[in-house]
T-cell receptor, first 111, second 115 residues
Framework: GQQLNQSPQSMFIQEGEDVSMNCTSS?????WLWYKQDPGEGPVLLIA?????ELTSNGRLTAQFGITRKDSFLNISASIPSDVGIYFC???????????FGKGTRLSVIA | DAGVIQSPRHEVTEMGQEVTLRCKPI?????LFWYRQTMMRGLELLIY????????DSGMPEDRFSAKMPNASFSTLKIQPSEPRDSAVYFC?????????????FGPGTRLTVL
């Protein structure tokens, strides 16, 4: 089946630092989504991207849909302690198919 | 809207017992997904429904797992008999995809522990 390579697997950063994580695929996707999962909760949608090259922001979060349609990145600026959690990328190949999820990036923020 | 609702939030059972997990999708959503999450394997899609009909159950690990969706507002995932390796967090998600938008909304999950 389809697989997404998400990196890094985990990150430890100081409060106030910027963070970058990305996902790559060998297949072309027509949708990229980024989710955040807090401990003990389900993933919550952060940003959705639907066009190659699209750059979208949501507060301190910025995500881009790669122009090759095979990758996406998520940046978090000026991290704060509540940014702690697991960030998942998800993509959909052309056609009405289920999303494919990456294995997540576990973010820890040191105050 | 209340979002996707799952029950119970936590379930502890003994090996061999039957376990039933429940999900109420967001009203108006016509797709429903069941996922399993473990540290080792991440999020795995088990099965999904469209308009209450199972579309793909290739992710269901084995015959001990079954899922039903008797109506648009309710689905169950059943494990019988349960085994310790079934211990995981089980998520239900729903969506209403259009030609341009496909966003899944997750429930809070059920943490299952099989002793």
């Amino acid at each position: 089946g389809q697989q997404l390579n998400q990196s890094p697997q985990s990150m430890f950063i100081q409060e106030g630092e910027d963070v970058s994580m990305n996902c790559t695929s060998s297949s072309i996707f027509n949708t990229w989504l980024w989710y955040k999962q807090d401990p003990g909760e389900g993933p919550v949608l952060l940003i959705a991207l639907y066009k190659a090259g699209e750059l979208t922001s949501n507060g301190r979060l910025t995500a881009q849909f790669g122009i090759t349609r095979k990758d996406s990145f998520l940046n978090i600026s000026a991290s704060i302690p509540s940014d702690v959690g697991i960030y998942f990328c998800a993509g959909q190949i052309p056609g009405n198919t289920p999303l494919v999820f990456g294995k997540g990036t576990r973010l820890s923020v040191i105050a | 809207d209340a979002g996707v609702i799952q029950s119970p939030r936590h379930e502890v059972t003994e090996m061999g017992q039957e376990v039933t997990l429940r999900c109420k999708p967001i009203s108006g959503h016509d797709y429903l997904f069941w996922y399993r999450q473990t540290m080792m394997r991440g999020l795995e899609l088990l099965i999904y429904f469209n308009n209450n009909v199972p579309i793909d159950d290739s992710g269901m690990p084995e015959d001990r797992f079954s899922a039903k969706m008797p109506n648009a507002s309710f689905s169950t995932l059943k494990i019988q008999p349960s085994e310790p390796r079934d211990s995981a967090v089980y998520f239900c998600a729903s969506s209403f995809p259009t030609s341009t938008i496909n966003e899944q909304f997750f429930g809070p999950g059920t943490r299952l522990t099989v002793l």
